[in-house]
T-cell receptor
Framework: DAGVIQSPRHEVTEMGQEVTLRCKPISGHDYLFWYRQTMMRGLELLIYFNNNVPIDDSGMPEDRFSAKMPNASFSTLKIQPSEPRDSAVYFC?????????????FGAGSRLTVL | GEDVEQSLFLSVREGDSSVINCTYTDSSSTYLYWYKQEPGAGLQLLTYIFSNMDMKQDQRLTVLLNKKDKHLSLRIADTQTGDSAIYFCAERGNYGQNFVFGPGTRLSVLP
């Protein structure tokens, strides 16, 4: 398996523009997580899905952020309009099952810079 | 709410042992994890321990868990320059998928 695949790896955009980050989880994993990492706030959980259904979106900063998972092999995180304070590395992670260790596997991340 | 704390920096000499410490607050945590993040990369699982265990060893890595004090440590024997990275402690309760990560400890290995 190629692991969790995220795109783009780097994105530079201007304030006010729409940003879409994409994630392909590991096949067979039924949990998908979106995290944001910054120097100031560390690793923050934004939202997670189980079987394509959003379970907890309490970490989504505000209405400018939205996430979808139309099928088991694809998820998007959209920021519209983007602001400089959204600059961060966004990670997608997937995991399997509720019982047991349910190890998370992370993607390489998407580094977003909003000018 | 749940909280996970770690010291932010650790420097060791190549060949020495490194010990990275972590404390957590959620007494219902059932699994505790150590992840490694190298520059420009995602988090990579190193090891995990179930809460009814005191110790787990995997090659150069030893995890110690003191459940009474809610203290977790990661010992890396014979630390190499390739071990330089940020190490994250994380915990998860028995239900749900609320993984709580610590701030990460940046390990620097000096030649």
């Amino acid at each position: 398996d190629a692991g969790v695949i995220q795109s783009p790896r780097h994105e530079v955009t201007e304030m006010g523009q729409e940003v879409t980050l994409r994630c392909k989880p590991i096949s067979g994993h039924d949990y998908l997580f979106w995290y944001r990492q910054t120097m100031m706030r560390g690793l923050e959980l934004l939202i997670y899905f189980n079987n394509n259904v959003p379970i907890d979106d309490s970490g989504m900063p505000e209405d400018r952020f939205s996430a979808k998972m139309p099928n088991a092999s694809f998820s998007t995180l959209k920021i519209q309009p983007s602001e400089p304070r959204d600059s961060a590395v966004y990670f997608c992670a997937s995991g399997q099952g509720v019982s047991g260790a349910n190890v998370l596997t992370f993607g390489a991340g998407s580094r977003l810079t909003v000018l | 709410g749940e909280d996970v704390e770690q010291s932010l920096f650790l420097s060791v000499r190549e060949g020495d042992s490194s010990v990275i410490n972590c404390t957590y607050t959620d007494s219902s945590s059932t699994y505790l994890y150590w992840y490694k993040q190298e520059p420009g990369a995602g988090l990579q699982l190193l090891t995990y321990i179930f809460s009814n265990m005191d110790m787990k060893q995997d090659q150069r890595l030893t995890v110690l868990l003191n459940k009474k004090d809610k203290h977790l440590s990661l010992r890396i024997a014979d630390t190499q320059t390739g071990d330089s990275a940020i190490y994250f402690c994380a915990e998860r309760g028995n239900y749900g998928q609320n993984f709580v990560f610590g701030p990460g400890t940046r390990l620097s290995v000096l030649p």
